[in-house]
Structure formats: C-alpha cells, structure tokens
C-alpha cells in the first residue's frame, strides 16, 4: 500500500467518521482506542488498498483458459479491477464494455427467462443500502433466489435460535463480554479470525473471568495472548487465556453439551425460576433417553467416582474426552453466575449443527443465561457485515416484513446455496449474479460447482478483485465483471452502514480515492441493473444514500428514525437480550430434545475438517504462511495425529492424496504433505478452500442445509 498511506488508512478502520474494518463482524469497544483494528484487519485493507491494478492490458494478455490455470493466490496478486469488462460466448478473452452496455445485456438475458432460473448470490462485505436495493431489485424482478454465504457460515445458529429463543441472533453485548465471569469458546479460533475479540477476552479475564476453550486443536492465539496495541502485552508471556481447554472430537460437542447439561440438572444447580419462568420443554427435554439417562449416570457417579454407564461410555466415545474432563468443565458452569457462550463454524458446518448449537441453547437456558448481564449466546459472525445483509432481507425465505416493500413478492421461497448449485447443474437455473463473494471456490464440491456454474448462460460478478469464479467461464458462456468500489474507498453519494455481530448499527465511510474513476459504488451498480432490467428510476438511491435509508426505516421493524441515530451507531432492540421476552409461539424460550449423536468413522479412515490459516481471507489467499501453526510457505498440508500416522504407516512430512469417501462416491485432492500435529487422535485438518472439492454436495447439516466443511470422511493414500 504504501507506509503513509497505510499508516493514513488504518488510522480510520472502525472509528467514528472512518470506515468498517473489512475483516471480521467483531464489534468496536465503546471507548476505541486509536488502532481499533488487527494484524489480519489490517492486511483485510492492504489487500484492499493495493497499489496493483487490473487493467484491459491484463485481460488481453491472458486469455480466461490461462487464468483458469492459475491458482487463487495469483489472481488475487494481480490488483484491483478498474474497468467493466465481459467474456462473449466466442471468445476467450475479457474484453472492455461500458456500463450501459453491460446493464442492458444482463438485462437481456434475465428478461429473456423465468425469474426463478436466475440466482442472485451476496457475500457478507455487502453495506446494508446495497443489500436492501439488490433484494428489492431481485424480488421486483420476481424471485426470492437469494443464497449468500450465510448459507455456508452461520445459517446453523440463526436456524437454532431462531426455533428456540425467537431470534435468530446472538443474545450478548460487549459489555457483557467484558463483565462475564465464564466465556466459553466453541469451535472457533479467534487468534486468526477475530482477534479483536481476544482483546475482550483479556479486559474479561482482567476483571475475574474464566475461559474454557473448546477445540480439537490446540490453537495458539487463544490459549496465550500477546495484547500488541498496549505496551505490555509485546513483553513476557501475554496473558494465559484460556482456563480449561477440552481436546474435543471433531463433531463430539452435542454429546458434551448434552453431558454438561445433565450434570447442572443431577447437580441441582439450575435456575428453576428462569426455567419455569420463561421457558418451555424443560420437562420433554429432561425426560430425553440419553438426557434422563445421563442425569442418572451422573448421580450415580457423585456416589462413586468411577464413571459408569453406557451413556457416559457414548460420551466419552463421541467427545475422546475423559468424563472427569467434561465433570471439570460442568462444574464451572456450575460456579459461574455470568456465562457467555462465544462459537464459530467449528460448529456450524457439521452435520448435527442446528441441534448442537440447541444443545448450547438448553445449557444456557438451565442456568438462565439468556438475558441477564455479562451472560449470553455469542454466535460469532464472520463476514463483517453478513449479519446485516440478513436483515436486509438478502435471504431465500420472504422476510416477515416483506409486506411492506410496495411490490408484489414472489411467495414461493427462493434456493439457498446448496439449492442454488443444484439448479444450475440441472439446468433449472441459467443466470449467476454474484453481489462479492467467490461462489466458486467458496461453496462445496468444486468439480460440481464448477461445471454447474459454467452451465449458465450469463454469469454477472461484481467484485473488488479477480478470483476464480471468474475464470472458469466456459466457451458459449457470456461473463461480466462489474468492478465495485471497497469499504476504504470514499463514496461521493455519502456513507453507507453495517450491522457487527451483536446487532450494533453504525455507519461506514471511505476516504481513499477510488481504484480507478472506472468504479461504481455496489449501490450504483445495483440500481443500473434495476433500471436496465424494471425500467425503474432509482437516480435517488444511487446518488444520495440517505433515501435508502428513510426506505428501510419505514419498512424493516427496528430501524425507525435510522438517519438520525446512525450517527452516533445504535444497538438493535432486541426482547430476549432486553427483557428476557421471547418472540416465539409460546413467548417462551424452548428446550429442544436432541438424540445423542456422533459422527461414525470406518477403521483406517480420518474425520478431516477445513480450517482458516492465518493468512488467508476465505477464498482471499493473502500469503502462504500460517505463523501460528508453524506452517511456512506452503498451503497444501494435512494435520494429522502422531499416533495416527503410526497406525496408518504414514511418515510425518510425506505426500499422500486425501480422498473422501460419501455413500460410495470419492472425490480426491491430490498432493498434501503430511504434518504431525497435537489434533485429536482420529481427527485431521486441511485448509479450506482448496478442500473444497472433498466436500459432497449433498453432505450438508440438517436443518440448516450447510455444507459439512468440517466433517469430511477421508483416507490418506500415500503417493
Ligand atoms: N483473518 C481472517 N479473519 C476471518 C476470516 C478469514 O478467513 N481470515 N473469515 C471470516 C469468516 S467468513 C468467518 S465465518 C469466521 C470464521 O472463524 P472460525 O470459525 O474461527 O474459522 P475456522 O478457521 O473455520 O475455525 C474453526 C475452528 O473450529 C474448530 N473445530 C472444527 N471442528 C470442530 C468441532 O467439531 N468442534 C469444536 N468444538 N471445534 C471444532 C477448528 O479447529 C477451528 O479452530 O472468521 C471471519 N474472520
Ligand atoms: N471448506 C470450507 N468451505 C467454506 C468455509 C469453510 O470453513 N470450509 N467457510 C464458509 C464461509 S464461513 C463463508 S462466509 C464462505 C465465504 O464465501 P464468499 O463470501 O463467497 O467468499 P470470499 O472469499 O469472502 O469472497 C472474496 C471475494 O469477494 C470480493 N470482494 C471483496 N470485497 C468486496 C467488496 O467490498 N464488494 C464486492 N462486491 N466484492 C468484494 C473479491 O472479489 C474477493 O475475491 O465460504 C464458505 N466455505
Ligand atoms: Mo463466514
């Protein structure tokens, strides 16, 4: 980037006139301080800021089959993109086109099919004003295909509790963070994807707190923190952070919650008046076979301290954790009177998600955690503004408030991710338009996506920089690249706003030049397509952001008098974290009863989950390191347990292919180098996303429908 301009960048990330740090959904501190952002944050800029561009030149150049051929890293090198630009069905290059022409031919072929063969995909970067344009552009137009990568991230948890507390969002402050005195922290490895929020974790440690982590890696930056923006924290040892860390197995934590649970209940140490209070299903769940069981196994065991029971024997199976382990951990729940319970997708994207997280629900519910200061459900986001894009309306489902757009809204419910895919393998969809993202690489089963997705006529990706969904565009297809504007960028038609993980609201404003005079804002270019395809006149919307936002206060609850309170941010009202009211059926917070499930592994096979490294934005590879794994300049590597490399005669540092194995279907990924590593016996790990293509398509979470990006059955074939 430059240092002057770096230094002059990241002085504005998350401050108040500045713009939203374009990595994680990880809220700023009432009292920021002057470098609200993080080593990752600021490389989320610098990518962003790149002094590289991507000009006509460059697509003359290279033809899309070469690009096709390189690897993400490189594309994404190459610099911003400056110009629109598409691929003609006869020709293998990108060639310039203006933006009127690139609207009315995206116009043409969406006008030429059925709504619904068209799928309108967003990523998380995308502002609450271009969010809400591009579904009321797209259900104007007649269909509700809205997947995003909520889909594939923490479609779970909304899912969960949505059905169990009535709303599908997290239950917790940073206030409540701060003044917790237990955080758990389950599936998720801040260090790398959120370290703003170790921050947190040591103002709460600093004030008494404990921490459990819960994760069948040890990673670094949650187990010991270095604070780098005070002075101390650059020397010594940083700050222990984590009390207790439970080795767990991969998909094992819906027996573990289940067992902590029964322990709290054999214990007595439950709040009956919350229970009988605000909830309901406590006794349906209570009566559960492995629950009652557990509870019964769990008395027995306070009488004698060997474990015993069949049940507890599942538990320990399902978890690889010895009993007194999860007894240690029931017992500080049981100690702490302020609870926050903080995950990620370690959760998320298993095949039992959706009950597991409702396993977390039930514990939370027991010790009435739910509302009450410094407590919580804390799922925590990713994108940094996937949670707002939600309630935006950017969803398949029709939004309750829907009725209130002045249109009439296509009732039938649109495809998700997943869904999506398989529309366009089958020919059921013809037109991908992407608002960010990289749909390509992001999604499972890349072979499938891929070809599913070049199956389109027309494919439409407005994006920031190049990456492979745009180059995978087969001969006969017609492709456009409509290049955006960044976060850091400044927007003449005014600021747009965000919504961070715990429901603050707050706006958002670049001040760097644009890339190239060539841009458009993600609004502008929303409302060119809405002109170019409804004949509508947004001139308003695209010239001055405030019309969009009086639109949204008068449509979607919550969001009154927007303009005005804006300016200094606000928090979403919200009944089960104010006042403990919860917008369900029944009014009440619901127990759910789940059986006790784990993830079945054939002998010699490995339970292979895809993680971030720590140089890595999803499909954004910023560098090929992983410092805190100890990985150097390589990203093709398995983590797999010693004693299970000696089982399976597999050297430490050798080459083997990972092939999955999915109701006799193998996919294959060829070429990882083997690295012994402390994850649980039975469990490997490998970088997301160039695992994808293990993944099955149809492998997804039930409920919830998300790929099962952490639970892929694999052997190792040594080369
Ligand atoms: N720098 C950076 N920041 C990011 C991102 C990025 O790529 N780079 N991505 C953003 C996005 S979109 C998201 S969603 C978040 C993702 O944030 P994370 O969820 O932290 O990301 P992952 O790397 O997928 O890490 C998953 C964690 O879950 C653990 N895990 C896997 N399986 C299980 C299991 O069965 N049980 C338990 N208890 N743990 C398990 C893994 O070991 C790992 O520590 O980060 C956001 N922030
Ligand atoms: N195996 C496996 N697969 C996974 C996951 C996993 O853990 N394992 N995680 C899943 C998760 S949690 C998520 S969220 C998805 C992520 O899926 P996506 O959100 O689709 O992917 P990203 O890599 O974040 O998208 C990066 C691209 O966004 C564009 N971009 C960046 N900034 C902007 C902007 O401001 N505006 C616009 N218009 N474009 C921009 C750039 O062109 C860049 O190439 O991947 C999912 N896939
Ligand atoms: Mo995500």
New binding site residues.
């Given amino acids: 980037m430059g240092v002057l301009r770096a230094g002059r960048t990241l002085l504005k990330v998350n401050q108040a006139g500045g713009f939203d740090c374009?990595g994680c959904a990880w809220p700023e501190a009432e009292k920021r301080s002057h470098f609200e952002f993080c080593e990752n944050g600021a490389k989320a800029v610098a990518e962003?800021a790149t002094r590289s561009r991507i000009t006509p030149a460059f697509f003359a150049d290279h033809p899309v089959s070469e690009l096709a051929r390189q690897p993400e890293f490189w594309l994404g090198k190459q610099g911003r993109l400056t110009t629109p630009v598409v691929k003609r069905p006869d020709s293998d290059h990108y060639v310039p086109i203006s933006w009127a022409e690139a609207f009315s031919l995206a116009a043409g072929h969406l006008n030429a099919i059925h709504p619904d063969e068209a799928i309108f995909y967003t990523?998380?970067?995308?502002s609450n004003e271009a969010a809400f344009l591009y579904q009321l552009l797209v259900r104007s137009y007649g269909t509700n295909n809205l997947p995003d990568?909520s889909n594939?991230?923490h479609e779970s948890s909304g899912m969960a509790l949505s059905a169990t507390i009535g709303v599908g969002k997290g239950t917790v402050t940073l206030n409540d963070v701060h003044s917790a005195k237990l955080i758990v922290v389950v599936g998720q490895n801040p260090g790398t994807n959120h370290p703003r929020m170790l921050a947190a974790l040591e103002t709460a440690k600093q004030h008494g707190a404990k921490i459990i982590s819960i994760n069948p890696l040890p990673e670094a930056g949650l187990m010991r923190f270095k604070n780098p923006q005070r002075a101390a924290g650059l020397v010594g040892k940083g700050t222990q952070l984590s009390d207790l860390h439970l080795p767990i197995r991969v998909g094992g934590d819906l027996a573990l919650f289940q067992a902590i649970g029964a322990l709290l209940t054999a214990w007595q140490a439950v709040d009956h008046d919350f229970i009988s209070t605000h909830t309901s299903g406590f006794a349906a769940w209570r009566t559960n076979p492995s629950i009652s069981a557990l509870i019964t196994a769990a008395a027995d065991a306070a009488a004698s301290p060997s474990p015993a029971g069949e049940v507890m024997a599942e538990v320990v199976r399902a978890t690889g954790l010895r009993w007194e382990l999860i007894e240690a951990a029931a017992r500080m729940f049981a100690d702490s009177e302020a609870t926050v319970v903080c995950w990620a997708?370690g959760l998320t994207?298993g095949r039992d998600a959706v009950a597991t997280i409702q396993e977390i629900v039930n514990v939370q519910l027991l010790r009435g955690m739910v509302g009450k200061p410094g407590a919580g459900l804390c799922p925590v986001r990713?994108?940094s503004n996937v949670q707002g894009d939600r309630t935006m309306g950017i969803y398949h489902e029709v939004p309750a408030w829907a009725g209130r757009l002045k249109i009439e809204v296509p009732p039938k419910r649109g495809y998700d991710t997943v869904e999506a895919i398989r529309a366009m393998r089958d020919g059921r969809a013809t037109v991908f338009v992407g608002?960010?993202?990289?749909?390509a690489a992001?999604t499972p089963d890349t072979e499938v996506t891929e070809a599913a997705m070049g199956n389109c006529t027309l494919a439409v990706h407005?994006?920031?920089?190049l990456?492979r969904s745009h180059v995978i565009s087969p001969p006969g297809q017609t492709s456009l690249i409509l290049p955006?504007l960044?976060?850091t960028e400044h927007d003449p038609a005014g600021f747009v706003t965000v919504e961070d993980s715990m429901s603050n609201v707050h706006a958002s404003q670049g001040r760097l030049p644009a890339a190239s005079p060539d841009l458009r804002s993600?609004v502008a270019i929303v409302c060119g397509l809405a002109e170019a395809l409804l004949g509508l006149d947004w001139s308003a919307y695209r010239t001055d952001y405030r019309t969009i936002r009086a639109v949204i206060a008068e449509v979607i609850p919550g969001f009154e008098r927007f303009e005005e309170r804006v300016v200094h941010g606000f928090t979403l009202a919200q009944g089960p974290r104010d006042s403990r009211s919860f917008p369900t059926r029944d009014g009440k917070a619901r127990f759910t009863a789940s059986p006790l499930t784990s993830i079945e592994v054939p002998p010699g096979r490995l339970l292979l989950q895809?993680v971030r490294s720590h140089d890595q934005?999803?499909?954004?590879i910023y560098g090929l390191d992983d410092r805190y794994r100890g990985i150097k300049n390589e990203r093709k590597v398995v983590f797999v347990n010693p004693d299970d490399l000696a089982e399976l005669g597999i050297a430490d540092g050798s080459f083997v292919d990972l092939v999955s194995e999915w109701k006799g279907e193998q996919r294959r990924a060829p070429g990882f180098r083997v690295v012994a590593y402390p994850t649980v016996p039975g469990c490997a790990a490998t970088y997301?996303?160039e695992?994808?293509v293990l993944?099955p398509l149809d492998s997804t979470a039930h409920g919830s429908n998300t790929p099962t990006?952490k639970q892929i059955i694999v052997r190792l074939e040594p080369k």
């Fill in positions: 374009p962003e990523s998380g970067r995308t990568c594939m991230c997708m994207q990713g994108h608002l960010g993202g990289n749909f992001a407005i994006s920031t920089k990456n955006c960044g976060r993600e895809t934005y999803n499909t954004t997301f996303p695992a994808n993944v990006s």
